[in-house]
């Protein structure tokens, strides 16, 4: 498998809105649909997506899927950001927002009141899911050579 940097960012930016983004192995092309099974798309209009999803089920093993980031994954990435804040009070808050139930979106809303730092999270967070991206991409070639 071998994508280029701007298909990496496409699938990393993709699975951090929630899509399924598939991989095909012959040809290169990426497939995005949302998630039938999420809440979020549970119960949608498939329709606009019903070509996509038959090219997927009529030739499944051509396929790839890129796994999406686990919530205990989410948490790890917001845990090493809050490492890095040199902003010893937004520091403080972040890790107390971690550390509430409900972390995440704690989490979210004190970087979303955080002035600059909100831009430096998503470039780390983006940082992040594109290694995510780039290690499922590693493991598959490491596994392919392998058979």
């Given at each position: 498998m071998k994508l280029t940097e701007e298909q990496i960012r496409e699938i990393a930016e993709n699975l951090d809105l929630g899509m399924r983004c598939f991989y095909h192995l012959k040809t290169g092309e990426i497939e995005t649909t949302p998630n039938f099974n999420e809440a979020d798309w549970f119960g949608h209009e498939t329709e606009p997506w019903q070509e996509t999803l038959d090219k997927l089920d009529e030739n499944w093993g051509d396929y790839f899927e890129f796994e999406k980031i686990t919530s205990r994954e989410s948490f790890a990435i917001m845990a090493d950001f809050a490492e890095t804040v040199d902003n010893q009070k937004l520091q403080d808050r972040l890790f107390k927002a971690l550390n509430k139930s409900k972390p995440l979106r704690n989490f979210k809303w004190e970087i979303d009141n955080s002035?600059?730092?909100?831009?430096?999270?998503?470039?780390?967070?983006?940082?992040?899911?594109?290694?995510?991206?780039?290690?499922?991409?590693?493991?598959?070639?490491?596994?392919f050579t392998d058979e």
């Open positions: 002035g600059e730092y909100r831009q430096i999270w998503f470039d780390f967070k983006d940082h992040r899911l594109i290694e995510f991206v780039k290690n499922q991409i590693e493991q598959h070639n490491r596994e």
